[in-house]
């Protein structure tokens, strides 16, 4: 169940960010090359940054926390990173109670 979560999380995070990610995939590589296109987009303007932080809906507040830190774009990757996964599990949970209710709605 890990591996898939982390093998989808990979997938969106690839899809919404243009990562190349190695083949051997772990949690550490997926936010470095995560961090390296967050620094991308914050050379790009604040505008652009905050614009992609509500569209992936992460948390202002923790946003905002993690300004203050030192090390912010490693943070902001971790951020990022925690919200795919949690649609993600979100999505799989959904889709196990979904089809565990109503065995006429499996196709």
């Not at 992460?58 to 774009?73: A, H, T, Y």
């Amino acid at each position: 169940m890990e591996d898939n979560i982390l093998r989808e999380t990979s997938v969106a995070l690839q899809h919404d960010w243009g990562l190349q990610l190695p083949d051997q995939l772990s949690e550490e590589a997926i936010l470095h090359l995560l961090a390296q296109k967050i620094i991308g987009v914050l050379e790009r303007g604040p505008e652009v940054f905050f614009q992609l932080m509500y569209r992936l809906d992460v948390s202002e507040k923790k946003l905002n926390e993690v300004m203050l830190d030192q090390d912010v774009v490693a943070k902001i990757a971790r951020l990022v990173y925690d919200r795919q996964l949690q649609k993600i599990q979100s999505r799989q949970a959904f889709r196990e109670s979904k089809d565990d209710n109503d065995p006429e709605l499996k196709w």
